[in-house]
């Protein structure tokens, strides 16, 4: 039981590690912010299709498992993406004030 919880503490520790190096990507440049969420959805697809091929029968059930598989193998993705349109947006409206103001200068 104890080992059960030392591994599950140490990918929530490694997780939290993730985040927070996403959000130091995002806010160092918004390009930087897309390496995360890209390398979290190019190794769901390896671990997707690994379930697809390994799967006994085809039908409609399959293609369920596998629809299921590829949404909980992109939690991370859509965790990454969520921060990166929230940092992205956040840039934009600076932006935009930025210019807001040099043009109420003028």
């Known amino acids: 039981m104890s080992r059960v919880l030392l591994v599950l503490l140490i990918v929530l ?3 939290t590690l993730l985040v ?9 440049s918004t390009k930087l912010g897309l390496i995360l969420p890209a390398i979290s959805l190019i190794l769901s697809l390896p671990m997707t299709i690994f379930i697809a091929f390994n799967m006994v029968g085809a039908g409609p059930k ?4 596998i629809a299921a598989t590829f949404l909980a193998a992109n ?20 932006n935009d004030l930025k210019r807001m103001q040099i043009e109420d200068l003028e």
Do not use: A, D, E, M
């Open 13 to 15: 520790l490694f997780i």
């Open 75 to 94: 939690i991370l993705t859509i965790i990454f993406g969520v921060i990166w349109l929230h940092y992205k947006g956040r840039r934009n409206t600076l």
């Open 62 to 65: 399959s293609i369920l498992v």
């Open 20 to 28: 927070l190096l996403q959000v130091w990507l995002c806010k160092k």
